[in-house]
């Protein structure tokens, strides 16, 4: 026998909000416990359907799905037990709440109830408050539990959609970098090439012609073809330093004779203006500061040679200093710390960050009195890291300035 709510309509009760309201269906044997239970749903607003026994409540949920089950545990023919079990072995009732209407003190049923797949009890006679609280939790816990699934299958769905948008916009801005870097490359090339003659054949001209005014003349072509090589060049390297393409390299070397090299051959540019070129004197204690060390001599090269030059550039009296010492903590016990001091024009705070950015050359007040575009720093930021250090800058306008840096060289193996 079945039994629907008179109240409900063949759509469906709607709630306040206008969805359509939960359906239970309810399994008793009795009679008049249905007709009561049918009542208080009926109030609360859900849509009851209900049968006598088990096999009823089977075939039912096998028809159409219900939002929660109410099964009487004793019943003639089919318990709610093995009522509950198929159920949930079926396609449709798999996912729905159970409730259990088990006599009180009845512990054995309890255990029985969830090992046949309940999620909840209630006891005989019936306390409708409990009912309706345990009925209300476990048909909304359901229902939030499905939206929140659904929730995250969208959420699944646009965050693929989006990383494959992102994926293609990685892959775009990669074509374009690439295609830069071959530009660059290439017009750097064939620059070079031209270059490269000029520059030769200028050289010898000077030796060869009487006139000093006509010297003159091919002495400021071969300074002018040897500042845009230099350009040239710094933009070819870093192009190389963004690319990845700079492989740095685990060598050992005599750092003294290193920096004796760049000395001599910066030296004739402090001598051009007067300057005084200074070395820091360097104890050259194997522990703290060894002769022999373990790294690239190449980039520790270039970087000292751009802080030396620039700071010949911006220097027009006084002195420019190099210095090293150790720099070892327990983490880095290799680290060494070098500066390059100089009595120049200095750079004012607000612009201490700036010099380290692509392109940038501080204005020296209103007029660019220096040649260059500003690379060298930014070159020296790229490689210090690669190096296991870090530089900064200390500077005082109209003072000088002091450019750090460290780098983590190895002790030399053997």
Same mark, same amino acid.
């Given at each position: 026998? +079945?039994d629907?709510?008179?109240?409900?309509? *063949?759509?469906?009760?709607?709630?306040?909000?206008?969805?359509k309201?939960?359906?239970i269906?309810?399994? #008793?044997?009795?009679f008049?416990?249905?007709?009561?239970?049918?009542?208080?749903?009926?109030?609360?607003?859900?849509?009851v359907?209900?049968?006598?026994?088990?096999?009823?409540?089977?075939?039912?949920?096998?028809e159409?799905?219900?939002d929660?089950?109410l099964?009487?545990?004793?019943?003639p023919?089919?318990?709610?037990?093995?009522?509950?079990?198929?159920?949930?072995?079926s396609?449709?009732?798999?996912?729905?709440?159970?409730?259990?209407?088990?006599f009180l003190?009845?512990?054995? @049923?309890?255990?029985?109830?969830?090992?046949?797949?309940?999620q909840d009890?209630?006891?005989?006679?019936?306390h409708?408050?409990?009912l309706?609280?345990?009925?209300?939790?476990?048909?909304e816990?359901?229902?939030?539990g499905?939206l929140? *699934?659904?929730?995250?299958? #969208?959420?699944?769905?646009?965050?693929?959609e989006?990383t494959?948008?992102?994926?293609?916009?990685?892959? %775009?801005?990669?074509?374009?970098i690439?295609?830069?870097?071959?530009?660059?490359?290439?017009?750097?090339?064939?620059?070079?090439?031209?270059?490269n003659?000029?520059?030769?054949? @200028?050289?010898?001209?000077?030796? %060869?012609?009487?006139?000093?005014?006509?010297?003159?003349?091919?002495?400021?072509?071969l300074?002018?073809g040897?500042?845009?090589?230099?350009?040239? #060049?710094?933009?070819l390297?870093?192009?190389?330093?963004?690319?990845?393409?700079y492989?740095?390299?685990?060598?050992?070397?005599?750092?003294?004779?290193?920096?004796?090299?760049?000395?001599?051959?910066?030296?004739p540019?402090?001598? *051009?203006k007067?300057?005084?070129?200074?070395?820091?004197p360097?104890?050259?204690?194997?522990?703290?500061?060894p002769?022999?060390?373990?790294?690239?001599?190449?980039?520790?090269?270039? +970087?000292?040679?751009h802080?030396l030059? #620039?700071?010949?550039?911006?220097?027009d009296?006084?002195s420019?200093?190099l210095?090293?010492?150790?720099?070892?903590? %327990?983490d880095l016990?290799?680290?060494?710390?070098?500066w390059?001091?100089?009595?120049?024009?200095?750079?004012?705070?607000?612009k201490?960050?700036?010099?380290?950015?692509?392109?940038?050359?501080?204005?020296?007040?209103?007029?660019?009195?220096?040649?260059?575009?500003?690379?060298?720093?930014?070159?020296c930021?790229r490689?210090?890291p690669?190096?296991g250090?870090?530089?900064?800058?200390?500077?005082?306008?109209?003072?000088?300035?002091?450019f750090?840096?460290?780098?983590?060289?190895?002790?030399?193996?053997?």
């Amino acid at each position: 026998m +079945v039994d629907v709510n008179p109240a409900t309509s *063949k759509e469906g009760l709607r709630t306040a909000d206008g969805s359509k309201s939960p359906s239970i269906l309810v399994c #008793n044997v009795e009679f008049a416990l249905r007709e009561m239970v049918n009542a208080h749903l009926g109030q609360w607003g859900y849509q009851v359907v209900s049968v006598a026994d088990g096999r009823q409540a089977v075939e039912m949920c096998l028809e159409r799905p219900f939002d929660l089950l109410l099964l009487d545990a004793q019943m003639p023919t089919m318990d709610g037990f093995e009522a509950c079990r198929r159920i949930k072995a079926s396609p449709l009732g798999k996912r729905v709440p159970v409730v259990m209407m088990i006599f009180l003190d009845d512990h054995a @049923s309890i255990e029985q109830a969830f090992a046949a797949g309940a999620q909840d009890y209630i006891h005989k006679p019936i306390h409708w408050t409990a009912l309706k609280q345990r009925l209300h939790i476990l048909i909304e816990g359901t229902r939030s539990g499905y939206l929140l *699934k659904q929730h995250l299958a #969208n959420l699944g769905s646009l965050i693929g959609e989006r990383t494959h948008e992102l994926n293609l916009a990685k892959e %775009s801005a990669e074509a374009g970098i690439r295609a830069k870097d071959e530009f660059l490359s290439i017009i750097s090339h064939e620059m070079r090439t031209p270059l490269n003659t000029i520059i030769g054949f @200028s050289d010898l001209l000077v030796f %060869s012609l009487q006139s000093d005014e006509d010297r003159s003349m091919v002495e400021m072509v071969l300074k002018a073809g040897r500042s845009l090589l230099e350009l040239i #060049n710094e933009i070819l390297e870093l192009v190389r330093v963004e690319s990845g393409e700079y492989r740095f390299q685990s060598l050992n070397f005599d750092l003294s004779s290193l920096i004796d090299e760049i000395l001599c051959e910066v030296r004739p540019l402090a001598d *051009k203006k007067g300057l005084k070129l200074e070395l820091h004197p360097i104890q050259w204690d194997p522990r703290t500061c060894p002769r022999e060390v373990l790294g690239d001599p190449k980039r520790l090269r270039q +970087v000292l040679l751009h802080l030396l030059r #620039n700071a010949i550039k911006f220097t027009d009296v006084g002195s420019v200093c190099l210095g090293v010492r150790s720099a070892s903590t %327990s983490d880095l016990p290799t680290l060494l710390h070098f500066w390059v001091r100089d009595t120049g024009v200095g750079i004012p705070v607000d612009k201490q960050q700036a010099i380290f950015q692509d392109f940038t050359q501080l204005e020296d007040y209103h007029t660019r009195r220096h040649e260059g575009i500003g690379l060298g720093l930014t070159i020296c930021k790229r490689f210090i890291p690669c190096m296991g250090g870090r530089i900064w800058v200390e500077s005082w306008e109209g003072k000088g300035s002091t450019f750090h840096f460290t780098a983590d060289l190895g002790s030399a193996s053997r």
